[in-house]
């Protein structure tokens, strides 16, 4: 998807442990790879790339500003790792693309509408695959992939991937008999837990009355 969306890089030398100081100072450890283009390991400002990545996602293509670079290449989010508690990004991975050559991405899917089941209360919503692998060229992939569900208007309907309409921008690859979304009945799951609940009191009742008959002696 064609974006304005840009981020300027510093060539950066601290590696390793010692990273540690630049995220100190605000600043997120990053590498640059891609086809045709030698890795490189940058820096930028933390705040910056977290008000982009809000923005672009994975699926949306960055101009990256390289000094010693006079062109600017165009890039995609890779992957991101998080702080295991604080989920805070600690380094992120671009990928630089050509603009001419056709690229597999993963892009999500989000769900519109409202199921009239569900919207009643007599259904709740099962998610499947909620990501959908699409071929295209780098600036036709759109963010997400819309998926209507107000169809889902008995519990016996469900969503795949092949119920998605063809698009001129892009090819499915992921398999047309894929799950998206489906209706499971919420009587039957309350039903479940009620069953449940009953059944708790039985079994702990002997230990009830022992306790009452040993306070008795």
Same mark, same amino acid.
């Given at each position: 998807?064609?974006?304005?969306?840009?981020?300027?890089?510093?060539?950066r030398?601290?590696?390793?442990?010692?990273?540690?100081?630049?995220?100190?100072?605000?600043?997120?450890?990053?590498?640059?790879?891609?086809?045709?283009?030698?890795?490189?390991?940058?820096?930028?400002?933390?705040?910056?790339?977290?008000?982009?990545?809000?923005?672009?996602?994975?699926?949306?293509?960055?101009?990256?500003?390289?000094?010693?670079?006079?062109?600017?290449?165009?890039?995609?989010?890779?992957?991101?790792?998080?702080?295991?508690?604080?989920? !805070?990004? +600690?380094?992120?991975?671009?990928? @630089?693309? &050509? *603009?001419?050559?056709?690229?597999?991405?993963? #892009?999500?899917? =989000?769900?519109?509408?409202?199921?009239?089941?569900v919207?009643?209360?007599?259904?709740?919503?099962?998610?499947?695959?909620?990501?959908?692998?699409?071929?295209?060229?780098?600036?036709?992939?759109?963010?997400?992939?819309?998926?209507?569900?107000?169809?889902? !208007?008995? +519990?016996?309907?469900?969503?795949? @991937?092949? &119920? *998605?309409?063809?698009?001129?921008?892009?090819? #499915?690859?992921? =398999?047309?008999?894929?799950?998206?979304?489906s209706?499971?009945?919420?009587?039957?799951?309350?039903?479940?837990?009620?069953?449940?609940?009953e059944?708790?009191?039985?079994?702990?009742e002997?230990?009830?009355?022992?306790?009452?008959?040993?306070?008795?002696?």
């Open positions: 998807m064609t974006t304005d969306l840009s981020l300027d890089m510093e060539i030398e601290v590696t390793g442990k010692k990273v540690k100081r630049l995220r100190q100072e605000g600043l997120l450890p990053a590498t640059i790879y891609g086809k045709d283009f030698s890795p490189l390991t940058v820096q930028l400002d933390s705040r910056a790339f977290s008000t982009v990545y809000q923005q672009s996602g994975r699926t949306a293509l960055i101009k990256l500003t390289i000094p010693g670079m006079k062109k600017r290449p165009s890039a995609f989010v890779q992957d991101i790792q998080r702080h295991p508690v604080k989920r !805070d990004i +600690l380094h992120a991975d671009f990928r @630089v693309v &050509d *603009l001419t050559v056709e690229i597999n991405a993963e #892009v999500p899917v =989000a769900l519109v509408g409202t199921s009239p089941l919207e009643r209360g007599d259904a709740v919503i099962n998610h499947g695959h909620s990501t959908v692998e699409i071929r295209a060229l780098p600036e036709k992939v759109p963010q997400h992939l819309e998926l209507d569900i107000s169809v889902l !208007d008995s +519990l016996d309907k469900s969503i795949h @991937v092949g &119920d *998605l309409p063809p698009h001129d921008d892009y090819v #499915v690859n992921t =398999a047309p008999e894929t799950l998206l979304v209706l499971s009945q919420v009587r039957a799951a309350v039903a479940a837990a009620d069953e449940e609940a059944e708790e009191p039985t079994a702990a002997p230990a009830l009355i022992r306790k009452e008959r040993e306070e008795e002696e």
